[in-house]
């Protein structure tokens, strides 16, 4: 079982429980599994820029922040970008 951590947003940053600007939250999102679950989208200031999460819609109280990258993203790292984030069974990460 992943750990939980709770984070809201305090004037336009997300804060963990304590209020604290932690950024180890950021390690705890799992890649969404299809684009349904799909919550944040990475994106990045390229080339060699930092990556950002972006929220593809409102995120509802208590709902998982799940993520995938963008496009631009995606063929800078040499993901294909008609690639789908899927999971089977088990757990076990797979692109198609």
Do not use: W, Y
């Given at each position: 079982v992943?750990?939980?951590?709770?984070v809201r947003m305090v004037r336009g940053e997300l804060v963990d429980?304590?209020?604290?600007?932690?950024?180890e939250w950021?390690?705890?999102?799992?890649?969404?599994?299809?684009?349904?679950?799909?919550t944040?989208?990475?994106v990045a200031d390229l080339p060699g820029g930092q990556i950002f999460y972006r929220a593809?819609?409102?995120?509802?109280p208590g709902e998982e922040l799940t993520v995938w990258y963008?496009?631009?993203?995606?063929?800078w790292f040499d993901i294909p970008v008609t690639a789908t984030p899927t999971h089977d069974e088990k757990g076990t990460d797979a692109s198609i």
């Open positions: 992943p750990p939980v951590l709770q429980e304590a209020g604290s600007s932690a950024l950021i390690g705890l999102i799992r890649a969404a599994r299809n684009s349904q679950e799909q944040l989208e990475a593809l819609r409102d995120v509802q963008s496009n631009p993203l995606a063929q």
